[in-house]
């Protein structure tokens, strides 16, 4: 894996975690506020399963490797 996509892996889960916390901060229980909550949920959670698909896919590569060599 090179640098630019780590980078770009911790951009997007570090922007996903920064909306999610202000979500919860200025969450006053009002229906936008849940929606913005619930937004900022579903990005997190797509932001780790992507950095999850993508490292996990790096270390199977890495294996298949190892074995084959």
């Known amino acids: ?16 975690e ?3 916390q202000r979500a919860q901060r200025e969450s006053d229980g009002s229906p936008a506020a849940r929606t913005r909550l619930e937004a900022a949920r579903i990005e997190y959670r797509a932001a780790e ?20 060599a």
Not at 5 to 11: F, I, N
Not at 49 to 68: K, P, T, W
């Open 1 to 16: 894996m090179d640098t630019t996509t780590r980078e770009a892996l911790a951009r997007r889960l570090g922007r996903a």
């Open 18 to 20: 920064l909306e999610l």
């Open 49 to 68: 399963h992507h950095a999850q698909q993508v490292l996990g896919a790096r270390v199977a590569l890495e294996v298949v490797e190892h074995l084959s």
